[in-house]
């Protein structure tokens, strides 16, 4: 089998070892939902679950409302199901 020429940080390589660390800014996962969160800030009370169980770290909080960064949020939901005023909703992408 012949050896990949370099371990680049995008190029895959024997095994699928990783070569090149903290590349998950360059992976704009958010391009892989279905479903998107969506916020009705006025059911928020800035509790934060949402923010602490969201898996990829993509909500942040601000003075009015949670605000959702759509380029790395895969639509798993866990936010809607954890949220206990029901202020986030799934909605279908569109096409
Ligand atoms: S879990 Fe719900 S109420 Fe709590 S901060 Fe998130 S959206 Fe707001
Ligand atoms: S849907 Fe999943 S990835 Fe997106 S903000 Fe909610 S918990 Fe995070």
């Keep these: 089998m ?21 590349t998950s800014t360059l992976m704009k996962t958010g391009a892989w939902r279905v479903f998107k969160p ?18 990829d ?4 909080m601000t003075e009015e409302a949670i605000k959702i960064d759509y380029d790395y949020c895969k639509g798993c939901g866990i936010c809607a199901a954890e949220c206990p005023t029901h202020a986030i909703v799934m909605e279908r992408e569109e096409d």
């Excluded at 990949?4 to 070892?17: I, Q």
């Excluded at 916020?39 to 969201?54: D, G, R, S």
């Excluded at 770290?57 to 942040?60: K, P, R």
């Design 2 to 22: 012949q050896e990949p020429k370099s371990a680049s940080k995008l190029e895959y390589v024997r095994g699928g070892a990783i070569h090149a660390c903290a």
């Design 57 to 60: 770290f993509c909500i942040q």
């Design 38 to 55: 969506v916020v009705e800030a006025e059911k928020c009370k800035q509790c934060k679950l949402c923010y602490w169980y969201c898996p």
